[in-house]
């Protein structure tokens, strides 16, 4: 969900500039991004700076993939849409975290789609260049590694090696394989100590999937500097955290019991103590498709080790402990008045995800292409239709 001087030159990093434009549209049929694939997607001459905007400094807009063969279709997409919607106005950098290396023909392919902006195709783990799950594991002792395969089941009889593919068992945590628990992880604590975050202070997150329908009328980034916010977030609660264990960790970094995030009638997120030594948290969370977040806040030493303690430190590849929760404790723990909710403060994106706007109840259309097509998003936002389609 949902982020420069670094200009790498290694398997790590790879910086694109091409002003050769193409052209891509919603169509499902595109997930392939072979030499015959169509890549039309047009950044026009709607490139002029809006006389609202100011484009503030050390701002980066940051996703990330695992690098399967039908992001890059889903990254043209959701890049082409922000760039309409907000981007084309401020032309802030853009890093794509992946695990798995992209081809570089599909780099230029994606880099075409916003031929003037800085894009980083950046390695969430540099010392697994490969992207191979056993690079990850290496660093892990044999005791972690059955522990993790108890968990994760293998998908065939004679399988012995555990892929990114297997699916993780987990009470008090939804299924899920490999590959989402391992960027939940990298999400609740490695991108925070990052390389290639280092030359920025704010980070716009979205989801790869996260998709805009409409220009935004108001700048997110001026609330965030404006008023000095940890994050500004578009939707709250998304899931929670009732484990014990999570008070203990509370405990241990911030020597304060803390059960509940709590929003507030002014429209920011509060820290509720715990009412007993028995009591268990009920943690809700920051909803992790989209929020903007102050960086330097989240590099602070205290949350960073917080961060660790409930990653790294606890076991690996977890989804108990995910990245949702690990934007929400740092933002309550920390100035409870600066973690604002955009909804709360007049900002409204309607930003497309799971069939919902901006998170808020379900829609009846779970498909961004279906919803374009027949709930009149191809009527209603002309700019899009005419930069994206």
């Not at 790590?12 to 919603?26: A, L, Q």
């Not at 695992?66 to 853009?94: E, P, T, W």
């Not at 950046?122 to 044999?142: I, R, S, W, Y």
């Amino acid at each position: 969900s949902n982020n420069n001087s670094n200009n790498n030159s290694n398997n790590n990093s790879n910086n694109i500039s091409n002003n050769n434009n193409k052209k891509s549209s919603f169509s499902s049929n595109e997930h392939q991004t072979n030499s015959n694939t169509k890549t039309n997607i047009a950044v026009t001459a709607h490139q002029t700076p809006g006389s609202s905007y100011q484009r503030y400094e050390k701002v980066v807009m940051v996703t990330k993939v695992h690098g399967f063969s039908k992001d890059i279709y889903i990254l043209k997409r959701m890049i082409c849409l922000f760039h309409a919607a907000y981007n084309q106005h401020v032309n802030y950098d853009i890093i794509v975290f992946t695990t798995q290396p992209i081809e570089k023909s599909q780099i230029t392919e994606l880099q075409n789609v916003i031929p003037n902006t800085k894009l980083q195709i950046v390695l969430d783990n540099p010392n697994a260049p490969t992207g191979d799950l056993q690079d990850f594991l290496k660093v892990m002792n044999q005791t972690e590694i059955e522990y993790l395969k108890q968990r994760c089941t293998m998908k065939r009889p004679n399988q012995t090696e555990l892929s990114w593919t297997n699916h993780c068992e987990e009470e008090g945590a939804s299924d899920s394989s490999l590959a989402y628990n391992w960027q939940s992880e990298f999400r609740a604590y490695h991108i925070y100590k990052h390389d290639a975050l280092k030359p920025y202070k704010y980070m716009i997150w979205l989801d790869s999937d996260a998709l805009c329908t409409q220009s935004w009328d108001v700048d997110p980034m001026q609330y965030m500097v404006d008023n000095n916010l940890t994050i500004l977030f578009d939707n709250f609660p998304a899931g929670k955290t009732i484990e014990y264990a999570l008070r203990t960790k509370i405990e241990s970094v911030y020597n304060i019991s803390i059960c509940h995030a709590i929003p507030h009638r002014n429209g920011y997120l509060w820290g509720k103590k715990c009412k007993s030594e028995e009591e268990q948290p009920h943690f809700q969370h920051v909803h992790g498709f989209h929020h903007i977040t102050n960086l330097d806040v989240y590099r602070k030493p205290e949350h960073l080790k917080f961060l660790k303690s409930i990653t790294v430190d606890n076991y690996r590849f977890s989804r108990l402990w995910d990245d949702q929760l690990g934007v929400t404790v740092p933002a309550v723990l920390d100035a409870p008045e600066k973690a604002w909710d955009m909804r709360r403060h007049n900002i409204t994106l309607n930003i497309f995800h799971h069939g919902d706007m901006d998170g808020k109840g379900k829609g009846d259309v779970r498909s961004y292409t279906k919803w374009w097509n027949k709930k009149g998003g191809r009527e209603s936002w002309d700019l899009g239709r005419e930069m994206c389609e």
